[in-house]
T-cell receptor, first 113, second 113 residues
Framework: AQTVTQSQPEMSVQEAETVTLSCTYDTSENNYYLFWYKQPPSRQMILVIRQEAYKQQNATENRFSVNFQKAAKSFSLKISDSQLGDTAMYFCAFETSGSRLTFGEGTQLTVNP | EPEVTQTPSHQVTQMGQEVILRCVPISNHLYFYWYRQILGQKVEFLVSFYNNEISEKSEIFDDQFSVERPDGSNFTLKIRSTKLEDSAMYFC???????????FGEGSWLTVV
């Protein structure tokens, strides 16, 4: 069974600074997809970024980027120039060709003014 | 941008009552999902639906749960006899194909009293 681990239940960062959220996963599959979802207080699930395991290049989406280390099964999210609106719960998620998403426990990020 | 819509946004029901949660997936999507998030916990997969049948379900999705796509646009989750532990946010999601981005609705918050 696949598992996703987020070891940081809570993190905080000052506005305009950079923060990195950690995620590790366990799988025996070779082809899979990784995602970061953001859940603000409204509780909606918003896709932040996705990474295909077969791609060596790290995905980037504006201020959000990932550090994907396939051999280490690590998938961290870096948020640059943090903004107050980035305050949310962040979930790392994993999917194989079998179509279900497996989520981590989440990291509550607070951006302080 | 197309979106997944869910109704109701919040429902309070008495234990033992039947509940139907409704979802309208994005129109050209082929894969449909229900996920659940108990307050303070991670998001959990319930069921996936493709080609008018369940393609995968989790151990949570027992005989009390059922899904239906009655008219080609709606996708419903029915809980036959609600229990206190069914209190959670229920997310509907859809996507075009495996590996593509899964889009989540805003969730239906179910409170069982």
């Amino acid at each position: 069974a696949q598992t996703v681990t987020q070891s940081q239940p809570e993190m905080s960062v000052q506005e305009a600074e950079t923060v990195t959220l950690s995620c590790t996963y366990d799988t025996s599959e070779n082809n899979y997809y990784l995602f970061w979802y953001k859940q603000p207080p409204s509780r909606q699930m918003i896709l932040v970024i996705r990474q295909e395991a077969y791609k060596q290049q790290n995905a980037t989406e504006n201020r959000f980027s990932v550090n994907f280390q396939k051999a280490a099964k690590s998938f961290s999210l870096k948020i640059s120039d943090s903004q107050l609106g980035d305050t949310a719960m962040y979930f790392c998620a994993f999917e194989t060709s079998g179509s279900r998403l497996t989520f981590g426990e989440g990291t509550q990020l607070t951006v302080n003014p | 941008e197309p979106e997944v819509t869910q109704t109701p946004s919040h429902q309070v029901t008495q234990m033992g009552q039947e509940v139907i949660l409704r979802c309208v997936p994005i129109s050209n999507h082929l894969y449909f999902y229900w996920y659940r998030q108990i307050l303070g916990q991670k998001v959990e997969f319930l069921v996936s639906f493709y080609n008018n049948e369940i393609s995968e379900k989790s151990e949570i999705f027992d005989d009390q749960f059922s899904v239906e796509r009655p008219d080609g646009s709606n996708f419903t989750l029915k809980i036959r006899s609600t229990k206190l532990e069914d209190s959670a946010m229920y997310f509907c999601a859809s996507r075009w194909d495996r590996g593509n981005t899964i889009y989540f609705g805003e969730g239906s918050w179910l409170t069982v009293v």
